[in-house]
């Protein structure tokens, strides 16, 4: 029993994120990728669809997928330095989350 008198629940068993974050990062890289199929389906010669399919290329670097990409992997990333600040209680975190936390951020940039 916790102490509110609920059922106690191991830091290590209770996932870092919740659903609903878990949801939102699914439904926007989803959300993403459907914008990407739907622009290539526009005539490129228009010039007002050119700015839009220049905007969510997929191909290109500094656009909003690439920045959407950046993002997720900067979350990933602490949430492993979270896993590791929580694996084990008293003890330093744990060397592979920190490295794999490092090299997540260091692919950011």
Known sequence: MGPDGGESVDPLIRPLIGRGTALTLVGGTVGLVAVYFA???LDPADPSVAGI????DFDNEGTVPT???ASLLAAVA????????LATEGSPPSRRSLVIAGLTTSSCG
């Open 78 to 85: 602490a949430v492993l330095l979270g896993a590791a600040g």
């Open 53 to 56: 399919r220049t905007v969510f």
């Open 39 to 41: 622009t290539r389906r």
């Open 67 to 69: 920045w959407w990409n």
